[in-house]
């Protein structure tokens, strides 16, 4: 069989939400009962993919640094905390209903003024007003307003108002960073575009604390580029990336710079990360309205100072959404009877890929091949992320393309004397006979430990 790589071509939205769904990646949530706007579940295959993204990111961030420690807060917090990071009052969206149909749209997303883009009703569009984008609740029994909190809707500001906790206790000193993924809330007016705009996702942050050393640009500069190199080893298409230097009039309110990571998405360019020189702007804040020191206390220079903050913060379900797409591929295979087919292809990077090697028994109803090829699969699994299967092997696999497994194994009558398996590459298609008493060193080479 060849290939025609050239022919590899981009994925609609209709396509990714289809095979999503086909192969168990993501789900509506509650879908049983219609489903709830900006909610999705992980599937199977989503679930093991996410965890990889996530696993990836705490590798690189947090494992493979002396610099960094690792944090993980309540999502709940006291509401003070928004009071002083300037959520309760200034976390907004400018939103219109319309009266016609009652739908409602954020200002900045809608086409023109005049005109309900849901119903078609000229003149029938509010006047803007101020929504507040955090998600409410009570705690304890009484629902009044001194039990009101909030699900928070950034999991950064954890970090600081604990900065001092961690400090000291992991006994670390300036420049370092404190690394946290979690649950993040947010009342979106409009979700969607799958799992791109949701009500709840999960952030990966990292808060560098820096010096007043005059190398705060410089560091700021060095981590946009090690986000840079952390997409391009985990196999995202450079031409797909870019990194936008966000101007003065157009950055948050508490950033001195930011640059956003933005991915070609089927509709467009969208944000997948932002990184920003905070200055000294939260910790300033938090020490104003709770009156606590939350200054560093260096005890070399017996000085006391606030610390820069440096901050990269990931969407890690937008960060999963990439992999699926930018993975995707449909191709032109030509077989060996000389016949075209289409193949849709994941062509993940092998830490990404839920599965990472498939072993197959070429028939179903053989005990004696059955048992060799499941004995094969439960000894790989100590390394690598592995799956059983059995049946056609045409259909097994194109069910593996299409989920993404960068190697399947065969194991045919002829293993059971010659002690061989046949060894097939995803993206080359290319297929090889190896003793399977290498099987293990084989995969390693190629695509290195995994679990
Ligand atoms: N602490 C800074 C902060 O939260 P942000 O730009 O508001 O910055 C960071 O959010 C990242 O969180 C975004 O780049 C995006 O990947 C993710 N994110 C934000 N809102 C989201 C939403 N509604 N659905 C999915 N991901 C979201």
Redesign the pocket.
Known sequence: MTTDPLNASRPTLEEITALAKRRGFMFQSSEIYGGIGGFFDYGPLGAVLKRNVKEAWWREMVTKRDDVVAFDASIVMHPQVWKASGHLDVFHDRMVDCRQCKHRFRVDHLPSREKCPDCGTTGSLTEPRNFNLMLKTNIGPMEDSASVAYLRP?T?QGIFVNFKNIYQTARKRPPFGIAQMGKSF?N?ITPGNFT???RE?E?A?LEYFVPHDGKDMERFHEWVALRKKWYSDYGIQADRLRFYELPADERPHYAVACTDVEYCFPWGWG????IAHRGTYDLDAHMKLSGKDLTYFDEAAKEKYTPILI?S???L??TTLVMLVDAYAKERVLGTDGKESERVVLRFHPRIAPVSVAVFSLARNKPELVERARSIERGLRETFRTQYDEGNIGQLYRRQDEIGTPFCVTVDFDSLDDQCVTVRERDSMRQERINASQLERYLAERQGSIC
Do not use: P, T, V
């Open positions: 950034e950064a947010r979106e791109f705009r949701m996702f952030q942050e944000e997948l990360e932002s901050e913060s990931s969407g379900d937008r």
